[in-house]
């Protein structure tokens, strides 16, 4: 997608927002876990990881992607069985 030549700044962008997302997704966590704790639910974070889980499959979910191959087959399957099984575990959790 970019010439030769752009290579190298090309990744060192993609390592950049990759340091800056990893960076602001373990200080919310950490804020919000942080937040259970003061409260006296630090077991409710984990509610907030499959919620935020969910939001970001649902996202992906419409991405056009190339050809899927067998392997990506194979993994968007494993990943709508895992869907599946932690909607029903959070909808019996919270009956």
């Known amino acids: 997608m970019v010439s030769p030549a752009e290579q190298a700044d090309a990744l060192q962008g993609i390592a950049l927002i ?3 997302a990893m960076t602001l997704t373990t ?3 950490g804020a919000i876990f942080a937040y259970f704790s003061e409260v006296g639910r ?3 974070v984990f509610f907030t990881n499959a919620v935020s889980f969910e ?3 649902d996202m992906n979910e419409g991405d056009d992607l190339p050809s899927a191959s067998p392997a990506r087959r194979l993994w968007r399957s ?3 069985s895992f869907y599946n099984s932690l909607d029903s575990r959070l909808d019996s959790i919270q009956q």
């Open 78 to 80: 494993l990943l709508h």
């Open 42 to 44: 630090p077991f409710d």
């Open 55 to 57: 939001f970001g499959f």
């Open 18 to 20: 990759e340091t800056l």
């Open 27 to 29: 200080s919310v966590f």
